[in-house]
Structure formats: structure tokens, C-alpha cells
T-cell receptor, first 109, second 112 residues
Framework: KNEVEQSPQNLTAQEGEFITINCSYS?????LHWLQQHPGGGIVSLFM???GKKKHGRLIATINIQEKHSSLHITASHPRDSAVYIC???????????FGTGTSLTVIP | ETGVTQTPRHLVMGMTNKKSLKCEQH?????MYWYKQSAKKPLELMFV???????ENNSVPSRFSPECPNSSHLFLHLHTLQPEDSALYLC???????????FGPGTRLTVL
């Protein structure tokens, strides 16, 4: 069983919709990392957070450490947001990040 | 050039070939990583280098051999690979180990 679970696995939305992607994890962590992977493979770091909320443009990431849960929100979604969104956690003990399998998002014009 | 670059972007090799993947980071980071990404699986950490010293080897078969000649360059030498080694190989760097990571575009490897 993976320490990091993401939902949904696949998501299709109409342009303009508000999107939420969820990440749950089973271990105590010191930080959580949201990443975006476009077709072709390249991965872009979106956020790294350990508490509260971070916002960058139309993207918002929240984390609840006690509930072991994080969400990534996209407001006013656009076809260029189509990508795989990956959650990774940095456990309190250990020496590496653990990654989810990703949420594949398709935004239709 | 900025960020993290990887060459080649695509590689097809036979099981008896020897090839190398190259990664270069222009961010002044001290840690570099090799990851393997197979279809429908999470990223798998292969190797970590911190200040040019290998600090992590996640039970990777010896047919994969990393090399870090300096803090900006990382290589992955490949020899006698198996078809199941076909995957996307991603390089990443971070200011220090376990900090926010920045990824290269990846090398899509196919082993015939």
C-alpha cells in the first residue's frame, strides 16, 4: 500500500470550472509537495507547504496536518491546466519523499 | 540555459548496449537525484547525491551506475539493461537534501 493516496485518479472538467484534487497520507510529515507533470514528462514544482495555505495565481494548496490531508484547487480552469498533478510527502523520519500516483486532469474548452 | 536539463530526451537501446544519461543543473543546488517513473506507478527514488557524495541507493540493480563528478552534473550509466527497465528517468535537484525539488524534462528509455 502506498503511503500517499490521491483522488480522483482521473478528472475531466469544462473550462472555467473550479477543480479540487485531494491527497491523503498515512505517516507524520514535515512537508508536502505538489507537482505538475505535462505530457512529454517534464515535472514542475507548484508548492511546498507544511501548514495552512499557499496561493499562486489560480492555484491554491491547503494542508491539514492533523487530518493528514491536502488539497490542490484550480480556479477558472483552462485547457492548459491539463496535466498530471502529483502529491509527494516528506515524512518526519526517513530520508526521502514518497509520491502519489497522480491525478490526471483534462480541461475541455 | 537555466534550470535542470537532461540528455538525451529519448533513448532506444538493446540489452547488450552501454549508454549514459546526463543531467545538468544551473541552479547552484547541492543535492541531485535520479528517479524512475513507470506507467501507473509512483516515482521511485533511485539515487541521491549530496555535495557530490552518494547518500542514498534504493536497492537499485548494479546495471544502473550513477556518477556525480561535481555538484552541477549527474550521470546514470546503463549496461545490460532488461526490457522492464523501459521507463521515464527523471533527474532533480534541490538546494539541500529533502528541500523542494526541481525536475528535468526526463529521458524516455526503451530497452529492446
Amino acid at each position: 500500500k502506498n503511503e500517499v493516496e490521491q483522488s480522483p485518479q482521473n478528472l475531466t472538467a469544462q473550462e472555467g470550472e473550479f477543480i479540487t484534487i485531494n491527497c491523503s497520507y498515512s505517516v507524520g510529515i514535515s512537508a508536502l509537495h505538489w507537482l505538475q507533470q505535462h505530457p512529454g514528462g517534464g515535472i514542475v514544482s507548484l508548492f511546498m507547504l507544511s501548514s495552512g495555505k499557499k496561493k499562486h495565481g489560480r492555484l491554491i494548496a491547503t494542508i491539514n496536518i492533523q487530518e493528514k490531508h491536502s488539497s490542490l484547487h484550480i480556479t477558472a480552469s483552462h485547457p492548459r491546466d491539463s496535466a498530471v498533478y502529483i502529491c509527494a510527502v516528506r515524512p518526519n523520519t526517513g530520508n526521502q519523499f514518497y509520491f502519489g500516483t497522480g491525478t490526471s486532469l483534462t480541461v475541455i474548452p | 540555459e537555466t534550470g535542470v536539463t537532461q540528455t538525451p530526451r529519448h533513448l532506444v537501446m538493446g540489452m547488450t548496449n552501454k549508454k549514459s544519461l546526463k543531467c545538468e543543473q544551473h541552479l547552484g543546488h547541492n543535492a541531485m537525484y535520479w528517479y524512475k517513473q513507470s506507467a501507473k506507478k509512483p516515482l521511485e527514488l533511485m539515487f541521491v547525491y549530496s555535495l557530490e557524495e552518494r547518500v542514498e541507493n534504493n536497492s537499485v540493480p548494479s546495471r544502473f551506475s550513477p556518477e556525480c563528478p561535481n555538484s552541477s552534473h549527474l550521470f546514470l550509466h546503463l549496461h545490460t539493461l532488461q526490457p522492464e527497465d523501459s521507463a521515464l528517468y527523471l533527474c532533480a535537484s534541490s538546494p539541500q537534501r529533502l528541500a523542494e525539488q526541481f525536475f528535468g524534462p526526463g529521458t524516455r528509455l526503451t530497452v529492446l
